[in-house]
């Protein structure tokens, strides 16, 4: 059964502003496959979703059985999880989008991590914001 880690970070310079995305995708804590994007404008919570978008859509092309998603966005966690209600209609559409992908899956788990322990994402994220800030100016 193929099992993956994911670390999943969005990143926003200004809140909405220029974002990106990072994933980092690991079998057996070795790392198979680093993404990072830039999604023009947006918020965090948006870049957050669309980080974990990719990540979803990257697994089922890995062929993964079981995900353990890894986020140090709260908001995510809780939401994915059903804990928090989603009152902003954008965010509930990248919920929608994310809830229709994971029955792809035998099992998918979001948790919630500390900041320090999503560096790897982080660096993903803010390197597609600093690339594409710096190929426009």
């Known amino acids: 059964m193929k099992h993956l880690d994911i670390y999943i970070d969005g990143a926003s310079k200004g809140n909405p502003g220029p974002s990106g995305i990072g994933v980092v995708i690991c079998q057996s804590s070795a790392v198979i496959k680093n993404i990072s994007e830039f ?17 979803l859509k990257e697994a089922v092309l890995l062929k993964a059985e079981i995900l353990q998603i890894k986020t140090d966005s709260q908001l995510l966690a809780r939401q994915i999880n059903r804990i928090y209600k989603i009152k902003n209609e954008r965010i509930l559409e990248l919920h929608r989008q994310a809830s229709a992908i994971m029955p792809a899956f035998k099992k998918v788990t979001v948790e919630h991590i500390p900041r320090e322990n999503n560096k790897g994402a982080d660096k993903l994220a803010n390197q597609a ?3 594409a800030l710096k ?3």
């Open 135 to 137: 190929s426009s100016g």
């Open 129 to 131: 914001v600093k690339k």
């Open 39 to 55: 999604i023009g404008n947006a918020t965090n919570n948006i870049a957050e979703y669309t980080a974990l978008i990719y990540a």
